[in-house]
């Protein structure tokens, strides 16, 4: 994993904290947990994780991040978990998927659009269960 991956996907954090309105002293947290994301996606990947698996922790990692920042700055969760985010969202492989549909690949199109979609559910499913686990690791924790 070379530094320009960890580069690129802290700035696309970044830059969309200033879509959504970041306090500007606040958008290199949001990079960072967008960094944060895309590290551990790449290292479950290299560890033989599928990409629904690596986009599943890594949605979780972004979003117990982003809970910690927000409690730490008072400040929304939203903000740091869509910017966060941001550099799992399978956009490379939902455009192969309509390119293939344009091109008369059917077969491939449907398992892209499939591959796509399910990496969607996962990092869905990432943000749903730190939602759900955190009361409860507040209470063991006592945050």
């Not at 895309?38 to 690596?54: F, P, S």
């Not at 978990?81 to 941001?86: F, K, R």
């Not at 550099?87 to 077969?107: I, K, Q, S, W």
């Amino acid at each position: 994993m070379g530094i320009d991956q960890w580069v690129t996907s802290f700035i696309a954090s970044a830059g969309f904290g200033i879509l959504f309105n970041v306090p500007a002293k606040r958008l290199a947290h949001c990079g960072f947990v967008g960094m944060l994301g895309w590290m551990l996606y790449v290292l479950c990947g290299q560890a033989g994780l599928n990409a629904i698996g690596a986009s599943l922790a890594a949605a979780f990692a972004v979003a117990v991040s982003s809970q910690l920042l927000a409690k730490l700055y008072k400040m929304p969760v939203i903000g740091f978990s869509a910017a966060g985010i941001i550099p799992l969202v399978p956009g490379g492989t939902a455009y192969d998927a309509m390119r293939n549909v344009v091109e008369n690949h059917y077969d491939t199109a449907l398992q892209l659009a499939s591959e796509a979609l399910l990496i969607s559910g996962a990092i869905a499913l990432g943000l749903v269960f730190s939602e759900v686990l955190n009361p409860f690791a507040r209470r063991r924790l006592k945050l």
